[in-house]
């Protein structure tokens, strides 16, 4: 049974159990709704076996080894990766201005980080690809047993996943790949390529641009590890199965014809909007996130004046540019009033 389906079950039991609300006792009243199905991995229609058979489903929608939902982010899947392939002692080698998970899952895994950094993009003053020269020659130098990579950046710069893993695969080092903002490519062939199928280890935030709810993700595996054994270590034994359930939701949404039509909807209105701000410039290998650049304009100036006149907050700016994210719930009418925004500078 489904986790949404075993969620609708009513159980008639007399509940002397947790979670001591009880389902009924609500204190928090905006949230009556998830009290009433806000069970306990003991219930008795079995959740722990519905979760398995979800994560198995969508094992399958994305053709990995193994797919598991996890209820604390991208954070929590990044760390789990690579306490499951790095040993205590050994290397790992991260980009110097990563996500702060990065490092620290290096040091709760007891392993030595190595740094290496990437370009900046002087015109746009947003990190480039991960050079696929340049961590060969790091793992010609140093003995390293992971390499971690985010793709695409913050800002929807996407490196060469597949020539990566090659190098990976020479040196006999493992990939991870940290996609938490592009859990929407495995959707679209109009977007850039997953690293779902391609690394050892891909993480995606499904919050971040899929649509999900906060910290909902993901962690693939595509190598012969078990990912269950750190999970279960740094994971609580109380998931919300709330969560877990609209993680399964989310994902056969994104993997249904309304799923993909939404997004392809989403994709042409981005086109358009790239198409006829052409007093603008725009830079990335993923339109959904628009990195936007206007003459004259600082990247400062420019997110002020979309904030102060037209009630548009963006996700970030730097000095040159300003970047404004979208997501599969990013709807039409405010696109519109974007585009009109910019066309107006
Ligand atoms: C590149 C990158 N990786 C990982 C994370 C952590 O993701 P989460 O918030 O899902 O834990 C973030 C969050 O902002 C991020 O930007």
């Not at 009924?24 to 229609?45: G, R, V």
């Not at 919300?240 to 399964?248: F, G, K, R, T, V």
Request: aromatic share 6%; with cysteine.
């Amino acid at each position: 049974m489904s986790l949404v389906k075993l969620l609708k079950k009513k159980n008639k039991k007399i509940l002397f159990t947790t979670p001591s609300h009880a389902q009924k006792n609500i204190i928090y009243k905006p949230l009556k709704s998830l009290y009433k199905i806000d069970i306990s991995e003991t219930d008795a229609h079995n959740p722990t076996e519905a979760l398995l058979k979800a994560q198995e489903r969508a094992r399958k929608i994305y053709k990995t080894n193994s797919t598991s939902f996890l209820t604390n982010g991208s954070t929590s899947g990044i760390i789990a990766a690579v306490l499951t392939c790095t040993n205590p002692g050994e290397k790992v080698l991260i980009w110097r201005d990563s996500h702060p998970c990065h490092l620290n899952a290096v040091r709760l895994a007891g392993a030595i980080p190595i740094y290496y950094d990437v370009e900046i993009d002087e015109e746009w003053g947003v990190p480039l690809e991960t050079s696929c020269k340049m961590i060969e020659n790091y793992l010609n130098a140093y003995d390293i047993k992971t390499l971690i990579v985010t793709s695409p950046t913050y800002e929807g710069i996407v490196s060469d996943i597949r020539k990566l893993k090659a190098i990976c695969e020479k040196h006999n080092v493992y990939l991870i790949v940290d996609e938490a903002h592009g859990a929407l490519y495995p959707f679209s062939e109009r977007l850039p390529e997953s690293a779902t199928q391609i690394a050892d280890f891909t993480i995606q935030s499904l919050h971040k641009t899929a649509g999900g709810l906060n910290p909902t993700a993901l962690l693939h595996c595509n190598c012969n590890l078990k990912v269950e054994k750190a999970l279960k270590m740094i994971n609580t034994t109380s998931p919300s199965y709330p969560l877990l359930a609209s993680i399964e939701e989310n994902i056969n949404y994104l993997n249904s014809w309304w799923g993909k039509r939404k997004l392809d909807q989403l994709l042409d209105e981005l086109e358009i909007l790239r198409e006829e701000c052409n007093n603008c410039e725009f830079f990335g290998d993923d339109i959904t996130k628009i990195l936007v650049r206007v003459p004259e304009l600082t990247g400062p100036e420019l997110s002020e004046i979309l904030f102060e006149e037209f009630n548009i907050e963006d996700e970030k700016t730097n000095e040159k540019s300003t970047m404004l994210l979208c997501g599969i719930g990013t709807n039409k009418k405010n696109l519109h009033k974007l585009k009109n925004a910019l066309l107006s500078l």
